[in-house]
């Protein structure tokens, strides 16, 4: 037994030993030259390949590696020589010779005798343990033609033990899994760990936002220790979040095979590989294995001015309903990316005085130090006058897609000084908000800005006995939802001015149901049953918004539904069709409004059969595998049948994520004495008021006020042309996402993702007391174009792939109300028009010499127009409105 014990520990000894002395990489063989023929390609298309194929190219070559020295101490401590000849290049797949760029070249001719002089000139590498520790070339080289040596040189760096570990490459500093198995190892990059220099940007929001699929993989087949073939693939896959079909897809291959051995020069002779480099060639420097970047050339390209004057006619508002305006509006943005200070405000300068909103629009989004330079440059704050360019530039800021600390302050240095428009003042403050939100999402709400803007807002209602500026800061914080405001909504929301209470509590509705406490929903209930105080019926209203959101207790929807029957008449209706759309809809709160609604004290004949014209809707406005769209109407009349609130909401969601992309809310009050009606209690002391307010894409904007006070009023109502008043006016950049990506190859791939968007919203009422008739419009006209760019560029050579989908299309909402009788007539239309779309694919390849062959193809149709299906009722009303005024 003590014989056989000895034995096995013998043998795991000896079997560790072995371990230790093998080979942690690839070994050289002294005086031997290896020669392997080697390719790399890159492909670019769509993400599922089209019929025509890929556009791309492929650079093929001999490579000859030796080895140069060898520490004694250790064999895996090696200097190797590597040498790149017989260089071709040709087309990634197969085309005719028309549409072949390549036809008829050579890689000098292609390259330039300079570049592919540097290319066939041979690098070192220093490999210690299979892994990189050195990579030696000449400083002077191109950038281009370095990072092709280090594609290659990233190919033979290997360990031949399973495991993970973090090692550099031409990728950057990533985290790699091996994995052997008997003579083949699979090296698995994980490319979301990579960290290179190169910088890029993307939407904050993830509705709006672009998705990315990578892999990179790499198969080492061995023999005798040594690399026979290495076969690496990666791949980029890009999609647009809420149109999957806007995708695009880079492919990189690499393939290098052992042709055959023959004998090499002999090793030279050193102390360390510094001294054996310097022997070698004293003009070789270690250059780093990572990819180095390169200022992008565009020869040819035209000037920004040069640009504008191009695109400007589909910038006027004649084009703003088409979709030739956001592409060319997306078109811009890049020139202007690239432009120096002077240059963009050459285009301001001169830019025609109705095209000029629309340049705002572009300089602002751009969201460069240079373009954020030119436009405080330009505008002028002071001068009321300038309110049209000065709003447009601050709504451009609120919709910024990566704003940084340097926006948010230029803002608040434009708040701490003069401005001319008490409107403008206000838009400021607001705008900050939203910006200070987009900042904290990314992580930067202790930056001293973002934080000096928190204190201002946060303190800033309590500040001020000034009903407007209060407003303001309320919007500001309802903007930046911020926890911190919670306590200073649930404040306000229990305010005895109106105007405070709505927007603390449809700023509470924002929040995630996680921070609604105890104390919270107190406050909210408090409000709702008029606990303390009597309320207007539009901030009850929003205050039951938020109880059924919060995800409410048992007691809280039982509380709910026992105020029916004791509420104002028309609240009565409204809060019965806001429990049935619930039930519905299947909304969040529906469960627990099942289970209160099995007690019969609560829900009787009694209290669910109020009669009323008040009503709460959701429905869906579009269903797809990408995104769900869906819109909400609520109405809410006073006693009188005269409008109090109308809210219209539109929401997106994609994978989890929710986007509120608009919400019109039209508020009127005090207009009783008109049509000599007597008001609702709480409402009888009520300014005559009457304006609307707007949020789009998660950012609250600026009020509009129709009109204010009796006299107002009265003028309005006589000069009334039923025309609409504008809300919100431009364009918009939504989706914004650029990045350079770094193939192993040593090639990068630029990818640009845009989503533009022309949009005019207007809202307008029209009071005919002969006709004893009310009408309020919301009118939506917009277009919208998403492209997506991936594009390989060389200097010498440039291939790429674009995909694009584009869409008009416009959405109206009117409410008409006849109280010439008791009960009054209410009718509501949501009707969308007939509406096309397109989508292209463009592939396009191009060499330094100006030879260029591009393709273009695309689907177009057409989506019938359609009246979005209300309840019952009110089909049932507008037959009868109709009826009556025919």
């Given at each position: 037994?003590?014989?056989?014990?000895?034995?096995?520990?013998?043998?795991?000894?000896?079997?560790?030993?072995?371990?230790?002395?093998?080979?942690?990489?690839?070994?050289?063989?002294?005086?031997?030259?290896?020669?392997?023929?080697?390719?790399?390609?890159?492909?670019?298309?769509?993400?599922?390949?089209?019929?025509?194929?890929?556009?791309?190219?492929?650079?093929?070559?001999?490579?000859?590696?030796?080895?140069?020295?060898?520490?004694?101490?250790?064999?895996?401590?090696?200097?190797?020589?590597?040498?790149?000849?017989?260089?071709?290049?040709?087309?990634?797949?197969?085309?005719?010779?028309?549409?072949?760029?390549?036809?008829?070249?050579?890689?000098?001719?292609?390259?330039?005798?300079?570049?592919?002089?540097?290319?066939?000139?041979?690098?070192?590498?220093?490999?210690?343990?299979?892994?990189?520790?050195?990579?030696?070339?000449?400083?002077?080289?191109?950038?281009?033609?370095?990072?092709?040596?280090?594609?290659?040189?990233?190919?033979?760096?290997?360990?031949?033990?399973?495991?993970?570990?973090?090692e550099n490459d031409v990728s950057g500093r990533c985290t790699v899994e091996y994995e052997a198995v008997k003579g083949q190892v699979t090296r698995t990059k994980i490319l979301d760990t990579c960290t290179t220099a190169e910088t890029g940007f993307t939407t904050h929001s993830q509705v709006l936002g672009v998705s990315k699929k990578s892999s990179s993989v790499t198969v080492f087949r061995l023999e005798d220790g040594f690399i026979r073939s290495a076969v690496a693939e990666e791949t980029h896959s890009l999609a647009v979040n809420a149109h999957k079909s806007a995708a695009a897809k880079v492919v990189s291959r690499q393939t290098l095979t052992l042709a055959g051995t023959e004998a090499g020069p002999k090793g030279a002779a050193g102390k360390d590989v510094a001294a054996v480099?310097?022997?070698?060639?004293?003009?070789?420097?270690?250059?780093?294995?990572?990819?180095?970047?390169?200022?992008?050339?565009?020869?040819?390209?035209?000037?920004?001015?040069?640009?504008?004057?191009?695109?400007?006619?589909?910038?006027?508002?004649?084009?703003?309903?088409?979709?030739?305006?956001?592409?060319?509006?997306?078109?811009?943005?890049?020139?202007?990316?690239?432009?120096?200070?002077?240059?963009?405000?050459?285009?301001?300068?001169?830019?025609?005085?109705?095209?000029?909103?629309?340049?705002?629009?572009?300089?602002?989004?751009?969201?460069?130090?240079?373009?954020?330079?030119?436009?405080?440059?330009?505008?002028?704050?002071?001068?009321?006058?300038?309110?049209?360019?000065?709003?447009?530039?601050?709504?451009?800021?609120?919709?910024?897609?990566?704003?940084?600390?340097?926006?948010?302050?230029?803002?608040?240095?434009?708040?701490?000084?003069?401005?001319?428009?008490?409107?403008?003042?206000?838009?400021?403050?607001?705008?900050?908000?939203?910006?200070?939100?987009?900042?904290?999402?990314?992580?930067?709400?202790?930056?001293?800005?973002?934080?000096?803007?928190?204190?201002?807002?946060?303190?800033?209602?309590?500040?001020?006995?000034?009903?407007?500026?209060?407003?303001?800061?309320?919007?500001?914080?309802?903007?930046?939802?911020?926890?911190?405001?919670?306590?200073?909504?649930?404040?306000?929301?229990?305010?005895?001015?109106?105007?405070?209470?709505?927007?603390?509590?449809?700023?509470?509705?924002?929040?995630?149901?996680?921070?609604?406490?105890?104390?919270?929903?107190?406050?909210?209930?408090?409000?709702?049953?008029?606990?303390?105080?009597?309320?207007?019926?539009?901030?009850?209203?929003?205050?039951?918004?938020?109880?059924?959101?919060?995800?409410?207790?048992?007691?809280?929807?039982?509380?709910?539904?026992?105020?029916?029957?004791?509420?104002?008449?028309?609240?009565?209706?409204?809060?019965?069709?806001?429990?049935?759309?619930?039930?519905?809809?299947?909304?969040?709160?529906?469960?627990?409004?099942?289970?209160?609604?099995?007690?019969?004290?609560?829900?009787?004949?009694?209290?669910?059969?109020?009669?009323?014209?008040?009503?709460?809707?959701?429905?869906?406005?579009?269903?797809?595998?990408?995104?769900?769209?869906?819109?909400?109407?609520?109405?809410?009349?006073?006693?009188?049948?005269?409008?109090?609130?109308?809210?219209?909401?539109?929401?997106?969601?994609?994978?989890?994520?929710?986007?509120?992309?608009?919400?019109?809310?039209?508020?009127?009050?005090?207009?009783?004495?008109?049509?000599?009606?007597?008001?609702?209690?709480?409402?009888?002391?009520?300014?005559?008021?009457?304006?609307?307010?707007?949020?789009?894409?998660?950012?609250?904007?600026?009020?509009?006020?129709?009109?204010?006070?009796?006299?107002?009023?009265?003028?309005?109502?006589?000069?009334?042309?039923?025309?609409?008043?504008?809300?919100?006016?431009?364009?918009?950049?939504?989706?914004?996402?650029?990045?350079?990506?770094?193939?192993q190859s040593g090639l990068k791939a630029s990818a640009e993702f845009q989503g533009g968007l022309a949009i005019d919203i207007s809202g307008g009422m029209e009071i005919s007391l002969w006709y004893r008739e009310s009408k309020t419009s919301v009118n939506n006209r917009g277009a919208l174009v998403i492209t997506g760019n991936v594009t390989v560029d060389m200097d010498f050579m440039r291939a790429g792939v674009e995909v694009s989908f584009e869409t008009e299309a416009s959405l109206d909402f009117i409410t008409t109300v006849q109280f010439s009788e008791y009960p009054f007539l209410v009718c509501m239309q949501m009707d969308k028009s007939t509406f096309p779309i397109s989508e292209y694919l463009t592939k396009y390849e191009s060499v330094s010499s100006g030879k260029s062959v591009?393709?273009?193809?695309?689907?177009?149709?057409?989506?019938?127009?359609?009246?979005?299906?209300?309840?019952?009722?009110?089909?049932?009303?507008?037959?009868?409105?109709?009826?009556?005024?025919?």
């Amino acid at each position: 037994m003590f014989t056989l014990l000895v034995f096995l520990l013998c043998a795991a000894s000896c079997v560790s030993a072995a371990a230790k002395g093998g080979a942690a990489g690839p070994r050289l063989n002294n005086n031997q030259l290896y020669k392997f023929s080697y390719a790399t390609e890159v492909l670019l298309d769509r993400t599922r390949p089209s019929k025509e194929g890929s556009a791309g190219y492929r650079i093929s070559s001999d490579v000859d590696v030796n080895l140069v020295w060898r520490d004694p101490s250790s064999k895996d401590d090696q200097l190797i020589q590597v040498a790149i000849s017989n260089v071709r290049i040709d087309p990634a797949s197969q085309r005719p010779e028309k549409k072949n760029v390549l036809h008829g070249s050579t890689a000098e001719s292609v390259l330039g005798k300079t570049e592919l002089a540097a290319l066939t000139k041979p690098f070192l590498l220093h490999l210690k343990n299979g892994k990189t520790k050195a990579f030696y070339s000449y400083r002077t080289e191109p950038v281009t033609i370095k990072n092709l040596k280090r594609g290659l040189a990233s190919l033979l760096q290997v360990q031949l033990k399973s495991g993970k570990v973090i090692e550099n490459d031409v990728s950057g500093r990533c985290t790699v899994e091996y994995e052997a198995v008997k003579g083949q190892v699979t090296r698995t990059k994980i490319l979301d760990t990579c960290t290179t220099a190169e910088t890029g940007f993307t939407t904050h929001s993830q509705v709006l936002g672009v998705s990315k699929k990578s892999s990179s993989v790499t198969v080492f087949r061995l023999e005798d220790g040594f690399i026979r073939s290495a076969v690496a693939e990666e791949t980029h896959s890009l999609a647009v979040n809420a149109h999957k079909s806007a995708a695009a897809k880079v492919v990189s291959r690499q393939t290098l095979t052992l042709a055959g051995t023959e004998a090499g020069p002999k090793g030279a002779a050193g102390k360390d590989v510094a001294a054996v480099v310097k022997a070698i060639d004293a003009k070789l420097a270690a250059v780093g294995i990572v990819a180095e970047t390169a200022e992008p050339q565009c020869k040819g390209c035209p000037s920004l001015f040069e640009h504008w004057q191009r695109e400007q006619k589909q910038l006027e508002p004649a084009s703003l309903s088409k979709a030739t305006a956001p592409r060319s509006f997306l078109a811009l943005i890049q020139s202007i990316r690239k432009a120096s200070k002077d240059e963009i405000l050459r285009v301001l300068k001169t830019a025609s005085k109705t095209s000029l909103p629309q340049v705002v629009d572009a300089v602002t989004s751009s969201q460069t130090v240079a373009s954020l330079d030119a436009m405080l440059t330009f505008l002028n704050f002071t001068d009321a006058k300038g309110l049209v360019l000065q709003e447009r530039f601050l709504y451009a800021c609120g919709f910024a897609s990566h704003p940084n600390e340097r926006m948010l302050q230029a803002l608040l240095d434009i708040s701490n000084g003069k401005i001319g428009s008490t409107d403008i003042k206000e838009s400021v403050v607001i705008i900050m908000g939203a910006l200070v939100h987009k900042l904290c999402q990314k992580g930067g709400c202790n930056l001293p800005t973002v934080v000096q803007v928190k204190k201002l807002i946060l303190e800033g209602p309590d500040s001020t006995k000034v009903e407007s500026e209060v407003q303001m800061y309320l919007l500001a914080l309802k903007n930046s939802l911020l926890p911190e405001a919670i306590p200073v909504f649930t404040k306000y929301a229990e305010s005895e001015v109106g105007a405070y209470s709505t927007i603390a509590l449809t700023a509470l509705q924002r929040y995630d149901v996680s921070l609604m406490t105890d104390e919270v929903k107190q406050a909210v209930n408090r409000v709702y049953h008029q606990n303390r105080r009597i309320y207007e019926k539009n901030v009850r209203a929003a205050a039951a918004d938020v109880i059924l959101s919060s995800n409410p207790s048992r007691t809280e929807v039982t509380n709910l539904l026992l105020s029916i029957g004791n509420l104002p008449y028309e609240m009565n209706k409204y809060m019965l069709s806001k429990i049935q759309d619930i039930l519905r809809f299947q909304l969040p709160a529906s469960k627990i409004i099942q289970q209160a609604m099995k007690d019969m004290i609560s829900h009787n004949y009694d209290r669910f059969a109020k009669v009323g014209s008040s009503s709460a809707f959701s429905g869906f406005m579009a269903q797809s595998a990408d995104v769900t769209s869906t819109y909400s109407l609520d109405i809410l009349y006073s006693g009188s049948g005269i409008l109090r609130r109308s809210n219209m909401n539109i929401y997106g969601a994609s994978k989890g994520a929710m986007l509120h992309g608009l919400q019109v809310a039209i508020e009127a009050q005090g207009l009783e004495s008109l049509i000599a009606a007597t008001a609702d209690e709480g409402e009888e002391d009520l300014e005559s008021f009457a304006g609307m307010s707007a949020l789009l894409f998660d950012v609250q904007l600026r009020p509009v006020t129709f009109f204010k006070g009796y006299s107002d009023l009265m003028s309005k109502m006589f000069s009334m042309t039923g025309e609409p008043m504008n809300v919100v006016k431009g364009l918009i950049l939504l989706t914004d996402h650029s990045e350079v990506i770094q193939l192993q190859s040593g090639l990068k791939a630029s990818a640009e993702f845009q989503g533009g968007l022309a949009i005019d919203i207007s809202g307008g009422m029209e009071i005919s007391l002969w006709y004893r008739e009310s009408k309020t419009s919301v009118n939506n006209r917009g277009a919208l174009v998403i492209t997506g760019n991936v594009t390989v560029d060389m200097d010498f050579m440039r291939a790429g792939v674009e995909v694009s989908f584009e869409t008009e299309a416009s959405l109206d909402f009117i409410t008409t109300v006849q109280f010439s009788e008791y009960p009054f007539l209410v009718c509501m239309q949501m009707d969308k028009s007939t509406f096309p779309i397109s989508e292209y694919l463009t592939k396009y390849e191009s060499v330094s010499s100006g030879k260029s062959v591009l393709s273009r193809k695309g689907k177009k149709q057409l989506v019938p127009g359609s009246e979005f299906p209300l309840h019952q009722e009110n089909s049932n009303m507008c037959k009868k409105v109709f009826a009556s005024s025919w």
